[in-house]
Every structure is written in C-alpha cells, then in structure tokens.
C-alpha cells in the first residue's frame, strides 16, 4: 500500500511499535506528525477473536449483519473448515461469497484506512449467513492503531493526490461510506471515534457505565 501512496515503504511501521524507539529516516518527504513522539503512543490495541456460527434456524440465515470492522486497521481472518457463509459488498453493491480457500487469510481494510485515505481506501463491507449443514468457525485478527492516535495524524502522511482520489468519483455511490462520521473534527481521536461506535450501537451499556449525558453527546 505504501507503494502504491507513492510514501516510503515502512512510514506506517511506527504506528505500530508501540513505545519502541523507532526513528523515521530523515530523508523521508513524509515525516511522522509531531505532536506526539513514537515512544508516547499508547500500544497497538490488537484483538483476535474466536467465532462461533450455530446451524440456522429454518429460514433465518443471518450470522453477523453487514458492517466495517470499525477499529481496525486491517483485519486478518482465518476460516475454519470448509463452511462458507462469509459475503463481501463489492463496488457495483452486489454480495460476492469469499468461500473458505485452504492455508490462506482473508485480509479487509477497516475505518481507520478509509477514514486516513479519505476514501481512496474502502473499508471492506461484508457480512456472515449462518451455515446451513454444519457449525461455522472463524478466527479474525484485527489489526487496530493506538487508540490516543488521531486520523489527521495518519492522513498527514498520505500524499494529497492519494487522498483526492475518491472526490473524483461518483459521489452517488451505492456503497455507503463511514467517512462523514470520521471526518467530523469531533471524533479525531481513535480511540473516541471507537467510544462512539460502540455508545450508538450498545446504548444500554452506555447508559449503566457512562451515563445519560454521555449517552446523548456520542448519539447526537
């Protein structure tokens, strides 16, 4: 990707060093932002998750419905087995299967990447039907920055070109973007952006832990 943005091969490295001291090379057109130095980023919050998926019950095939993976930077996914069920939204908006291929990941790009690029990099929309003859089991890796990174901080070292790339699209793409949400100076944070996501879809949990008036800031 990083050859492709036309940006030194290894500039994102230091996003994911953690605390590591690992200086960027002074020849680089594109420096790390410098409101933080490498050594304070909080680590890498990656998370490896193991799913179930039960046999469907008669005609109700959904597992998990469409979504981003919305705190990722990339999420690599093993399939277990050979049950398919796994779909991913393509550009024209028709579901395509990514059926099970042996000793091989399936690799999805996640808000992060879309919100960095502003758009030049789609984050994967896909979705999971239950299995119909057989339990479904998968193991994803979720590749997430440092949640007290910032997405400006990120997209200060994506060329301009690279970032104009999706305004020069059909803006009426069937597609629909998480990038309004991203893109609103409010939640630049990572890590507050991640808070929002999971006040809007999980309101309850919100309301015992953080209160009414959090609830409504992060849903308004």
């Known amino acids: 990707m990083e050859e492709a943005f036309g940006i030194p091969v290894g500039t994102l490295d230091a996003f994911f060093q953690g605390r590591a001291k690992t200086p960027v090379a002074e020849s680089s057109t594109h420096s790390m932002p410098t409101s933080h130095s490498i050594e304070g980023f909080l680590c890498p919050q990656h998370r490896l998750k193991l799913n179930k998926y039960h046999v469907a019950c008669g005609s109700e095939r959904q597992g998990v419905g469409a979504h981003k993976d919305s705190s990722g930077w ?51 929309i896909h979705r999971v039907k239950a299995p119909v003859e057989r339990e479904r089991y998968s193991i994803p890796f979720f590749m997430g920055l440092p949640l007290d990174l910032s997405v400006s901080e990120i997209r200060s070292l994506i060329p301009e070109e690279v970032r104009l790339m999706r305004k020069k699209e059909d803006e009426k793409s069937i597609v629909e973007t998480a990038l309004p949400g991203f893109l609103d100076p409010r939640w630049d944070s990572l890590g507050e952006s991640v808070l929002r996501k999971w006040m809007r879809s999980h309101q309850n949990v919100g309301l015992k832990w953080y209160g009414a008036e959090a609830v409504d800031y992060y849903t308004q």
């Not at 996640?110 to 919100?115: D, H, P, R, S, V």
């Open 74 to 124: 990339l999420t690599f996914l093993y399939q277990v087995g050979t049950e398919e069920g796994l779909e991913v939204l393509d550009k024209d908006g028709s579901w395509i299967p990514a059926n099970p291929v042996p000793r091989s990941f399936v690799v999805n790009f996640g808000n992060a990447f879309e919100a960095a690029t502003e758009g030049a990099v789609r984050a994967t």
